[in-house]
């Protein structure tokens, strides 16, 4: 079955840096787009990057152009987001997402 499993998540400064990491097993990681979805305490899921299969295609969301780099690596069967530039509106639970299926998500904090 699919799995999702993220890591790298934590508590860091105001322009601070993190990566997170999606391992991903149980299906053809190769052929399929990845996502970062994003949840504050409080307020829906957001789509935050998106990558096509060999990394040609990448979209952020508004809230993070500039600061956060999606990346997968498809020998290795994983996904990453590298975040700079943290800033306290970035607090959520960070969710790797493919189709349907969805991680236990990762917990970034961002305060002082």
């Known amino acids: 079955q699919v799995q999702l499993v993220e890591s790298g998540g934590g508590l860091v400064q105001p322009g601070g840096s993190l990566r997170l990491s999606c391992a991903a097993s149980g299906f053809d990681f190769s052929r399929k787009y990845m996502s970062w979805y994003r949840q504050a305490p409080g307020k829906e899921r957001d789509l935050i990057a998106i990558?096509?299969?060999?990394?040609?295609?990448?979209n952020y969301a508004n809230s993070v152009k500039g600061r956060f780099t999606i990346s997968r690596d498809n020998a290795k069967n994983t996904l990453y987001l590298q975040m700079n530039t943290l800033k306290s509106e970035d607090t959520a639970v960070y969710f790797c997402n493919v189709g349907d299926h969805w991680g236990q998500g990762t917990q970034v904090t961002v305060a002082s």
């Open positions: 990558i096509d299969t060999i990394g040609s295609y990448i």
